[in-house]
């Protein structure tokens, strides 16, 4: 059984920085894209960056293209988001999620593994 537990998230003013953390077990995620969504309060679920197998490869949703980092460790079966310069409406539920390709996934991939969530609130 394999597990994305997401950690990081809080409280943060706009213009400041968090980095979020999503850690898997089970077993090693190395052949897999990784990728990281968010859900704002009656919203749908939106992809926000994509990292392939060996961290080689990102894709970025424009909205966080220049301010997001996603970055991957495999030794530690781990997958980063630093995200900076931050706005109110980065407020969300961020999400890990592992891909079935191996490539950097987007929003129209297949995903097979999810995290349960790590909130993020960015106050004006």
């Known amino acids: 059984q394999v597990q994305l537990v997401e950690s990081g998230g809080g409280l943060v003013q706009a213009g400041g920085s968090l980095g979020l953390a999503c850690a898997a077990s089970?077993?090693?995620?190395?052949?897999?894209?990784m990728a990281w969504f968010r859900q704002a309060p009656g919203e749908e679920r939106k992809f926000v960056a994509g990292?392939?197998?060996?961290?080689?490869?990102?894709v970025y949703a424009d909205s966080v293209k220049g301010r997001f980092t996603i970055s991957r460790d495999n030794d530690k079966n781990t997958v980063y988001l630093l995200m900076n310069s931050l706005k109110p409406e980065d407020t969300a539920v961020y999400y890990c999620?592992?891909?079935?390709?191996?490539?950097?996934?987007?929003?129209?991939?297949?995903?097979?593994?999810w995290g349960q969530g790590t909130q993020v609130t960015v106050s004006s």
């Open positions: 999620a592992a891909s079935y390709a191996a490539v950097a996934p987007g929003p129209g991939y297949r995903y097979i593994y």
């Open positions: 089970g077993r090693a995620l190395r052949n897999n894209g």
């Open positions: 990292i392939d197998w060996s961290g080689g490869g990102t």
